[in-house]
């Protein structure tokens, strides 16, 4: 039914279970559509396991999704490692990531911050720290990924678009990333979050 409706702005399927199976259907009518219109797309609480992600990220490529909710699923580093493709990509126009409730463990905050490198649209990635399993090793990739300092390039070359790892003002994040955070928010352009 979806595929006969391109047009779709917004997609809220959150709570229904719809599996590896539900992920391959969906990945397909979104590569059928061509052209796409959707920017938000819900798929909280569906049980989507890492191939389930997978197979979803290989529909996203040419996607002009804004926003993707992927909390309360069953996602570890070895799914979050199928996005990185998408985020490298330079028809990538995510903004938010949502991934509450997901234990993605210090892998995946490596994995999230290796892919999120070069990426130059997404200002939100959404998880709860006590919910997301990671230690100094997981902040220390979200640190490098925001302001490497070991070299100026590497320095300019950071990722200063993201805006919010749970949120600026959260107090659960490390303070060197708050302060890398604020940078970006108060910049104009990266540029003045890079000096």
Same mark, same amino acid.
């Given at each position: 039914?979806?595929?006969?409706?391109?047009?779709?702005?917004?997609?809220?399927?959150?709570?229904?279970?719809?599996?590896?199976?539900?992920?391959?259907? *969906?990945?397909?009518?979104?590569?059928?559509?061509?052209?796409?219109?959707?920017?938000? $797309?819900?798929?909280?609480?569906?049980?989507?396991?890492?191939?389930?992600? =997978?197979?979803?990220?290989?529909?996203?490529?040419?996607?002009?999704? =804004?926003?993707?909710?992927?909390?309360?699923?069953?996602?570890?580093?070895?799914? *979050?490692?199928?996005?990185?493709d998408y985020f490298q990509s330079g028809s990538c126009c995510l903004?938010?990531?949502? $991934?509450?409730?997901?234990?993605?463990?210090?892998?995946?905050?490596?994995? $999230?911050?290796?892919?999120?490198?070069?990426?130059?649209?997404?200002?939100?990635?959404?998880?709860?720290?006590?919910?997301?399993?990671?230690?100094?090793?997981?902040?220390?990739?979200f640190s490098k990924l925001l302001c490497d300092p070991s070299s100026?390039?590497?320095?300019? *070359?950071?990722?200063?678009?993201?805006?919010?790892?749970?949120?600026?003002?959260?107090?659960?994040?490390?303070?060197?990333?708050? $302060?890398?955070?604020?940078?970006?928010?108060l910049s104009r352009h990266p540029r003045e979050a890079a000096i």
């Amino acid at each position: 039914a979806l595929r006969s409706y391109p047009q779709l702005r917004d997609l809220y399927l959150e709570n229904n279970n719809i599996g590896l199976m539900g992920c391959t259907a *969906l990945a397909d009518t979104l590569r059928g559509w061509g052209t796409s219109y959707l920017k938000i $797309l819900d798929l909280d609480n569906n049980d989507i396991d890492d191939q389930g992600l =997978e197979v979803l990220a290989a529909g996203l490529t040419n996607s002009t999704l =804004e926003a993707l909710y992927l909390s309360g699923n069953l996602i570890t580093a070895v799914g *979050l490692r199928s996005l990185s493709d998408y985020f490298q990509s330079g028809s990538c126009c995510l903004k938010s990531l949502y $991934l509450d409730r997901v234990n993605f463990g210090d892998e995946g905050a490596v994995v $999230l911050a290796g892919a999120l490198m070069g990426n130059k649209s997404l200002t939100s990635l959404r998880f709860h720290p006590d919910h997301a399993g990671i230690t100094d090793v997981g902040w220390a990739a979200f640190s490098k990924l925001l302001c490497d300092p070991s070299s100026i390039n590497n320095t300019y *070359l950071s990722n200063h678009n993201i805006e919010k790892i749970w949120g600026y003002q959260s107090n659960n994040n490390p303070h060197d990333i708050t $302060l890398f955070l604020r940078f970006n928010h108060l910049s104009r352009h990266p540029r003045e979050a890079a000096i």
